[in-house]
């Protein structure tokens, strides 16, 4: 009999764990997806698509609604789901969501699409944008040198007109042409929607076999899903939905943190109030608050401009403008120095992240508030700050200069005189009778030099 015990809590060990899994296994994992796509997103993707790999969910389910996103992010997220063992849902909803630009090419890679009646995908064309060059794609250096000889400067037959916006152009259409054919989808259409930007509703993307599904929500989705069959890296898997509970993952703090710094208004907040902050540091220093606040808020700016896609000529007419109504507090010229630095900075704001794609642009709104706030600051509180740092001393000997006092003795040429309460050595160079008003012309050292305060000169 001692030994039945033992083997019954074995048995129910193994039990349980085994239980354990296939109940962990009998969950897929929903990632929201929602505005644009940029590092922060992709990281967190990514590292979700990666840990799958391990934990083994039924499915990954991407619930996705974005206006686009950055390239480099895009091709990363795609490069983890066609790595991925584990099948990919992307399902475009709510009602009145889409799957712009960078979205189309996350559909077209996904094992299955599926979309919400109201919906729309499509609009892929590439846009290049400030900063950096797209991967794969050529340099301004070498703009000149790609033109072909056979090239008609006339060609309008495509969206761009130059070299380097074909080899852009071209390059994403085969891109999302491979992704087609190897999902079996419209690589035609496909082609339509980088080229000419093309969209299709819900409806005309099932048509069209761009999608696979249409599902009103997620319980109608988990029906449609189940049964249906796709290869997945050389072997058959069987999607078995129905009744299947949903994990919602979120990112972690790393995560958020990266997504909320990536956001350009976030990135543009952070920026203007570093330069702010050591702007104030430096015409009132003191414990620092404002230096140490500043300085932190520009290094994360900067790191939040490492990740985005900005523009060097805005990021220096930003930069222009700020000097110009800096210089305008210091030296008062009539409002042409304040004038043009406002114009440089409005420029400046609008450039910073000179892109069509509205997920990555300052919103207006935004700029407006902070142009009249940076327009205050300047001219009313730093102004402020200068007539301080010229005003008369408060304390201190120099404070003592033009200051009345009495003389306590007789003074010829040396003697003792009060002045704010306090005896004081005294030298004059008129003889001052006792008790006679006087006044401090300066300080040296401990002694002060005093005039009658009747022949005080003015």
């Known amino acids: 009999m001692s030994w039945r015990g033992p083997l019954l809590l074995l048995v129910l060990l193994l039990w349980l764990g085994?239980?354990?899994?296939?109940?962990?296994?009998?969950?897929?994992?929903?990632?929201?997806?929602?505005?644009?796509?940029?590092?922060?997103?992709?990281?967190?993707?990514?590292?979700?698509?990666?840990?799958?790999?391990?934990?083994?969910?039924?499915?990954?389910?991407?619930?996705?609604?974005?206006?686009?996103?950055?390239?480099?992010?895009?091709?990363?997220?795609?490069?983890?789901?066609?790595?991925?063992?584990?099948?990919?849902?992307?399902?475009?909803?709510?009602?009145?969501?889409?799957?712009?630009?960078?979205?189309?090419?996350?559909?077209?890679?996904?094992?299955?699409?599926?979309?919400?009646?109201?919906?729309?995908?499509?609009?892929?064309?590439?846009?290049?944008?400030?900063?950096?060059?797209?991967?794969?794609?050529?340099?301004?250096?070498?703009?000149?040198?790609?033109?072909?000889?056979?090239?008609?400067?006339?060609?309008?037959?495509?969206?761009?007109?130059?070299?380097?916006?074909?080899?852009?152009?071209?390059?994403?259409?085969?891109?999302?042409?491979?992704?087609?054919?190897?999902?079996?989808?419209?690589?035609?259409?496909?082609?339509?929607?980088?080229?000419?930007?093309?969209?299709?509703?819900?409806?005309?993307?099932?048509?069209?076999?761009?999608?696979e599904l249409i599902a009103d929500d997620i319980p109608a989705l988990l029906q449609g899903l189940d049964g249906r069959t796709l290869e997945l890296h050389g072997s058959s898997y069987t999607f078995a939905s129905s009744g299947l509970q949903g994990e919602q993952r979120q990112p972690d703090w790393r995560q958020r943190f990266i997504i909320t710094i990536s956001n350009p208004n976030i990135a543009y907040l952070l920026m203007l109030v570093g330069v702010y902050g050591l702007l104030l540091e430096f015409y009132s220093p003191g414990f620092g608050v404002a230096g140490v606040t500043g300085a932190i808020c520009l290094m994360l700016a900067l790191l939040a401009l490492q990740m985005l896609p900005f523009s060097t000529a805005g990021l220096a007419l930003l930069g222009l403008g700020l000097a110009l109504m800096v210089a305008e507090g210091l030296s008062p010229s009539f409002g042409i120095l304040g004038g043009g630095g406002l114009v440089a900075f409005v420029i400046g704001s609008v450039l910073l992240f000179d892109t069509p794609d509205q997920a990555f642009r300052v919103a207006w709104p935004f700029i407006a508030a902070f142009t009249l706030f940076s327009l205050t600051l300047i001219l009313v509180v730093v102004r402020m700050l200068v007539k301080q740092r010229h005003a008369a001393p408060v304390s201190g000997a120099n404070a003592m200069i033009g200051e009345q006092g009495i003389a306590l003795t007789i003074i010829d040429p040396t003697g003792t005189v009060m002045v704010q309460g306090e005896r004081w050595q005294a030298r004059s160079r008129q003889p001052v009778a006792a008790h006679q008003p006087i006044v401090v012309l300066a300080v040296e050292d401990l002694t002060l030099n005093v005039a009658p305060a009747k022949e005080t000169p003015s």
């Open 18 to 211: 085994l239980g354990m899994q296939a109940l962990a296994q009998e969950r897929y994992w929903q990632l929201d997806v929602k505005g644009g796509i940029g590092p922060g997103t992709s990281d967190f993707i990514v590292t979700e698509l990666n840990q799958a790999q391990t934990e083994k969910p039924a499915f990954v389910l991407l619930n996705m609604d974005t206006p686009g996103g950055l390239y480099s992010a895009t091709r990363d997220i795609i490069t983890a789901i066609l790595e991925s063992r584990i099948p990919v849902v992307v399902y475009v909803s709510p009602g009145g969501a889409r799957a712009a630009s960078a979205g189309t090419y996350i559909l077209y890679a996904s094992h299955v699409a599926v979309m919400a009646p109201g919906t729309h995908l499509g609009a892929a064309t590439p846009v290049q944008i400030g900063g950096p060059s797209l991967p794969g794609t050529p340099t301004e250096k070498d703009k000149s040198t790609d033109k072909s000889e056979d090239e008609d400067p006339q060609d309008t037959s495509s969206p761009g007109s130059t070299a380097m916006e074909r080899k852009t152009l071209n390059d994403a259409i085969a891109y999302i042409r491979s992704l087609a054919q190897l999902r079996g989808r419209n690589a035609d259409w496909a082609e339509l929607a980088v080229r000419d930007a093309a969209t299709l509703t819900a409806t005309e993307a099932l048509d069209k076999n761009v999608i």
